[in-house]
């Protein structure tokens, strides 16, 4: 690399030609390219040298046969570069004709994304499947709260838990995020790329897979504006277990229904274009290909849908939190204030959701993910709010991105609000359709400009992102909005004092200084109300 670092790499090539320069697949990952995983990609049935290509697998820095010094993972700081570097490398070999595509999942999606924004040189077309765009939101910090499941289950298995208090020493978002950051100082325009984005409502990852379509589709290069693939199907990361919908299993398990198919066969015509000189019949491609989630006895939920673009065309739709405990799109007429304690030694546990689907070695609390059923872990609880619809009549179908607006005091400087959307079906289960949460402090933005904290008792605006989803709520059902203040083990607890950020749990709590928060939220006040906004399609 620039700065002298040696990253191990392996070159394979096809068994009936090994002189004439053929287009090269790349993979730069941090789970060892002498794994199966890896070796088969390259080599195995199937594999891409099967199909004529070079391929060229890289231990990235601070990982496996990469490790110098040992030194540890230093958590893709050095990816835009290193990527950069190493296409530089490939395209000056007498094997390489100057094209270049990259695939991968997961972290090796993030390495794809990073070097995408250096303009690496000869990468012309990318597979990436369920990564973030931005390291801070999408993977450290997701409303400036330490995502401590994910962390504390992923950093022992990549040689990163030495880079641990370096993450809680930058828990805003400074310098150490932005340098890898896809949108900052203009790194998007360098993005000259073709792609198919592959992402999963219920993944870690679903807000960085599709801001990293909108942002190659929207600001990228004048070549990569516009074409551009997203298909986004039903699973977690990593698979389709959703224990509270234990029908997705029958009826979506399989490669068509996941979106394999379509996503492969985008592959397919994006590389033979990129890689081969193919021309592609773009007009006959669907930018975005989406499942419309919900109960699978509906059989007009859990169906594929093409769209244009994302966002799709919608307007947007306030369902308020009524004083009266009910949720409605009409405004409230009344006003009230409901408040409940949040203690951070007993914290509200994971409900499933967004979350990596593995857990700590040790946890006090195991993690859950996907489509969950939130009876075990919401009924019988006073510090939760819930808003609850009244029957639908008719089905409420909900697509593209999600927020709750909050109008809300406490009696503490800093506090978390947690917010999830459940559908409430007719036999009682409460599922996870979509959450977000946000500390307070962070209200007004990341940075340590934007950070300040609350004054005890003085009403403060606060908007939620919820990441996206397209959702049918079947007629009969009912919609739900709790509001607490936890979300634990997904991210670490809050101690209400304002102090550093630490990755919490309920047991540091009798040597951490913390303090039991009496939060509010204010309802029927304001200019909007406190609400859920949701996209309706057009």
């Known amino acids: 690399m620039r700065d002298g670092y040696k990253l191990y790499t392996r070159v394979y090539f096809p068994a009936s030609n090994y002189s004439s320069p053929r287009p090269v697949i790349m993979i730069r990952t941090p789970y060892d390219i002498t794994s199966a995983t890896y070796t088969s990609q390259a080599i195995g049935a199937g594999g891409w040298t099967s199909q004529g290509y070079d391929v060229v697998l890289q231990d990235i820095r601070g990982e496996h046969h990469s490790i110098s010094n040992g030194l540890p993972f230093p958590l893709f700081y050095n990816e835009s570069n290193d990527g950069y570097d190493t296409a530089k490398w490939i395209c000056a070999q007498p094997w390489c004709d100057g094209n270049i595509a990259t695939v991968g999942a997961s972290a090796d999606a993030f390495t794809q994304i990073a070097c995408d924004a250096s303009g690496a040189p000869g990468v012309k077309a990318a597979f990436i499947y369920a990564g973030a765009a931005e390291l801070y939101d999408q ?26 208090p370096t993450i809680l020493q930058h828990a805003t978002k400074d310098a150490y995020w932005t340098n890898t950051s896809l949108s900052a100082d203009d790194r998007i325009k360098n993005v000259n790329v073709r792609a198919v984005i592959f992402a999963g409502w219920y993944d870690v990852f679903q807000a960085g897979s599709i801001e990293t379509y909108e942002l190659y589709a929207h600001d990228g290069s004048a070549y990569s504006q516009g074409h551009q693939v997203m298909v986004i199907g039903p699973w ?14 029958a009826t979506l398990n399989t490669a068509a229904g996941i979106g394999y198919d379509k996503a492969t066969s985008a592959e397919f015509s994006i590389f033979r274009e990129e890689l081969l000189g193919v021309p592609m019949n773009w007009s006959a491609q669907p930018r975005v290909m989406y499942m419309l989630m919900g109960d699978p006895s509906d059989p007009l939920a859990d169906q594929w849908h093409n769209a244009t673009d994302w966002p799709v065309p919608c307007t947007y739709e ?9 949720l409605s799109n009409s405004t409230p007429t009344t006003k009230a204030n409901e408040s409940y304690l949040y203690d951070p030694s007993n914290p509200v546990h994971t409900g499933g959701g967004r979350t990596f689907p593995a857990s700590a ?17 919401e009924d019988n609880r006073t ?59 962070y209200r ?11 004054v005890p008792g003085k009403t403060y605006n606060l908007t939620i992102d919820m990441w996206n989803m397209a959702y049918r709520f079947a007629a009969g059902h009912r919609i739900r909005v709790s509001i607490t203040s936890s979300n634990y083990p997904e ?48």
Request: aromatic share 10%.
């Open 139 to 164: 993977w450290a910090y997701p409303g400036g709260c330490l995502s401590k499941s994910f962390l504390d289950a992923w950093l022992p298995g990549v040689n990163g838990l030495a880079y641990y």
């Open 236 to 249: 977690y990361h990593g698979g389709m277990n959703h224990t509270g919908v234990p029908e997705y299993m």
């Open 318 to 326: 306030n369902w308020y939190f009524q004083p009266n405990g009910t």
């Open 361 to 377: 070695k040790g946890t006090d609390v195991p993690i859950t993910w996907g489509a969950y059923d939130n009876r075990p872990i």
């Open 383 to 441: 510090d939760i709010l819930h808003f609850t619809s009244a029957t639908l009549a008719a089905p409420v179908v909900i697509t593209g991105k999600l927020n709750a607006t909050l109008h809300v005091a406490s009696n503490c400087t800093d506090t978390d609000f947690a917010v999830k959307l459940l559908d409430i079906y007719p036999d009682g289960r409460e599922i996870n359709v979509a959450d977000g949460i946000l500390k307070a402090r």
């Open 444 to 454: 007004d933005g990341f940075t340590s400009a934007n950070e300040a904290l609350m």
């Open 491 to 538: 991210y670490a607890v809050n101690p209400n004092t304002g102090g550093a950020v630490g990755s919490w749990g309920p047991h540091d709590m009798a040597l951490v200084p913390h303090a039991i928060a009496n939060n509010t939220v204010l309802l029927g006040q304001g200019a909007t109300p406190s609400c859920i906004v949701f996209p309706r399609i057009i």
